[in-house]
């Protein structure tokens, strides 16, 4: 039989509008009781589970992480018991004889057993800090949106500004722009005026790539992009104070991130925090963290044949986070290190491989820093800084031999025979 670890525990299956709980009782004899109530899903109700879970002296429960619909539940319960919300892949019932009884009794077995791996749940400010930080990300694409939809209409009207300056949407390119859109019919006016220094130079050209035909409907669908532009800049700051603010108590961590190569920004490492939190004991190991930001090949194998090692589709968030600070940190000119592994692991394997493998490697450097307590030290890498030396600068006259013998020749004193 296997072992029983929570000899009380319970199993809850979350939906929407209610919730099925069961808890079971397990007797000195190995036999277990069950006993199932239904609860709605508003907050005096949730209380009421609480309280019944308290009569049975139940502290160990599980569930799914159904959605949002789990949150709710958590905040009721996280005080007063020892809560596992699970990946619903480790704890799907038999297709084919689910009702949400049988999924509350079979998640009370599973946990009665401890055959359940817990979602990685951080402290509550840390929660609150990864929703505004995602909130943030999501804001951040809407305003990338927003650009390539003025810049579509400036293509589609043979304005070709983008063509010839770098950033389309600078001070100077701003200036030109918004003088177009207050008056369309005027295409020779002076734009020496709206340009900075370093771009008078390209006067003429300049001139030539506004030459196009912006129409009413396009003038009026940039208006409202960059009107929204100009309000998503707000939103963000407005979000970017009040994580500051919920950040103030992990200022200690946010600089020793801020030490390690590739991480220049400070909100890169608020939300580098907001993912993983700063008590790297909820991690095993630096293998597990690795694992659970889906950093690391999965194991599929089946009668000895290894499947798919692709990385898994885990860490949605804290993956292409760090990809772009492993971008960042292969272009290092102070730190060489990450530039080298990366241009090694390339030729073999190919650039995305290998900014997964630097990715990997930045996060277990993280992990050890907020495990230790210390900023990011070089000289633990100063050994492979520089780039290993994979072929000889000079063939030497043994090696000229070996190589016509593996050719098959005969080498003498007096020459060569074949």
Not at 40 to 49: A, G, R
Not at 74 to 87: I, K, P, R, Y
Not at 160 to 189: C, E, R
Not at 322 to 343: E, M, T
Request: charged share 25%; net charge positive.
């Amino acid at each position: 039989m296997l072992r029983i670890v929570h000899p009380i525990c319970c199993g809850i299956d979350v939906h929407k509008k209610f919730v099925v709980a069961t808890v079971g009782i397990t007797t000195k004899s190995g036999v277990t009781e069950y006993q199932t109530r239904k609860f709605s899903t508003f907050s005096e109700d949730l209380h009421h589970l609480l309280n019944w879970l308290k009569s049975q002296s139940c502290v160990h429960v599980c569930m799914e992480s159904t959605g949002k619909y789990w949150h709710p539940v958590f905040n009721v319960l996280e005080h007063d018991c020892q809560v596992v919300v699970a990946n619903p892949k480790y704890v799907k019932g038999i297709r084919g004889k689910k009702t949400d009884v049988k999924d509350s009794v079979w998640l009370c077995d599973l946990h009665k057993h401890g055959l359940v791996p817990g979602s990685f749940i951080p402290p509550l400010q840390i929660r609150q800090i990864r929703d505004l930080m995602r909130y943030r990300f999501k804001l951040i694409n809407f305003k990338s949106s927003e650009k390539n939809r003025v810049q579509n209409s400036l293509t589609v009207s043979n304005i070709m500004i983008s063509s010839v300056v770098s950033d389309t949407f600078g001070v100077s390119s701003m200036k030109i722009i918004h003088h177009i859109l207050d008056d369309p019919d005027d295409t020779n006016f002076d734009v020496s005026e709206m340009l900075h220094g370093s771009m008078k130079d390209k006067t003429d050209i300049i001139t030539k790539s506004i030459q196009g035909n912006l129409t009413k409907p396009q003038a009026d669908k940039m208006r409202v992009s960059l009107q929204h532009m100009d309000n998503i800049k707000k939103h963000i700051a407005d979000i970017e104070s009040v994580v500051l603010k919920l950040s103030q108590p992990y200022l200690p961590q946010i600089e020793i991130l801020l030490s390690m190569p590739g991480i220049k920004d400070i909100f890169t490492a608020i939300a580098i925090l907001g993912e993983i939190g700063v008590d790297m004991s909820a991690f095993l190991s630096q293998k597990h963290i690795s694992s659970w930001a889906g950093l690391t090949p999965q194991n599929d194998e089946s009668a000895g044949k290894k499947k798919s090692v692709r990385v898994s589709r885990a860490g949605v968030y804290i993956k292409p986070l760090l990809v772009q600070c492993a971008n960042a940190a292969i272009k290092s000119k102070d730190f060489p290190y990450f530039k080298n592994r990366y241009h090694q692991i390339k030729k073999r394997r190919g650039h995305k491989k290998a900014i997964i493998a630097i990715a990997h490697k930045l996060l277990i450097c993280i992990y050890h820093m907020l495990d230790k307590n210390e900023p990011f030290n070089e000289e633990l890498y100063q050994i492979d800084s520089q780039p290993k030396q994979t072929y000889s600068p000079k063939i030497t006259e043994d090696m000229a031999i070996r190589y016509l013998e593996t050719l098959g020749y005969q080498v003498t004193d007096k020459g060569v025979k074949t």
